[in-house]
T-cell receptor, first 112, second 113 residues
């Protein structure tokens, strides 16, 4: 699975959009981009995933560049409860041996 | 309510003792996973199971053992052979191993002294 690079930490003002970048320059054609988040001392929570098209759900939007070498997770109106570590993961969706490899992620702090 | 339960939330053991962490799910998921998390780090996969009576080693299986006798249950035993057992342990499940979404339990924080 391709490696990802994320900033260690970011800050965002409450009510503003939080844009979390992720570089995955070695991604291959059959690897998906996944985003999870982990609020302190809890289990991670799935947010969104995509292959090459932009995706949106009730939690966030995922923008993937045309060359697929990077992506951005957008939380449109960040709240204090969005403070968490955000993990960007790339993975081949396969039937066996599949795994999520969590790096160190980005600590997002939403400030009042 | 459907979900994954892990118990207890905090566990303390003396060095040299084996300890078993519980993980139960009522989501009817086939696949289950165990991860370990150390402070300030991401999750590392210990073991996973695609189906009852089958499991595979993850990236850091040494010093751990698992069983999958029932679909709902995937207990993890931390043996005395595990050199640094103090960590936060997370259990997860998914419909199948190819599923895009894994559901995580609340975790068990194990401290061995």
């Amino acid at each position: 699975d391709a490696k990802t690079t994320q900033p260690t930490s970011m800050d965002c003002a409450e009510g503003r959009a939080a844009n979390l970048p992720c570089n995955h320059s070695t991604i291959s054609g059959n690897e998906y981009v996944y985003w999870y988040r982990q609020i302190h001392s809890q289990g991670p929570q799935y947010i969104i995933h995509g292959l090459k098209n932009n995706e949106t759900n009730e939690m966030a939007s995922l923008i993937i560049t045309e060359d697929r070498k990077s992506s951005t997770l957008i939380l449109p109106h960040a709240t204090l409860r969005d403070t968490a570590v955000y993990y960007c993961i790339v993975r081949v969706q396969e039937t066996s041996g599949s795994r999520l490899t969590f790096g160190e992620g980005t600590q997002l702090t939403v400030n009042p | 309510d459907g979900g994954i339960t892990q118990s207890p939330k905090y566990l303390f053991r003396k060095e040299g003792q084996n300890v078993t962490l519980s993980c139960e799910q009522n989501l009817n998921h086939d696949a289950m996973y165990w991860y370990r998390q150390d402070p300030g780090q991401g999750l590392r996969l210990i073991y996973y199971s695609q189906i009852v009576n089958d499991f595979q080693k993850g990236d850091i299986a040494e010093g751990y053992s698992v069983s999958r006798e029932k679909k709902e249950s995937f207990p993890l035993t931390v043996t005395s052979a595990q050199k640094n057992p103090t960590a936060f342990y997370l259990c997860a499940s998914s419909i199948g191993v190819a599923s895009y979404e894994q559901y995580f339990g609340p975790g068990t924080r194990l401290t061995v002294t």
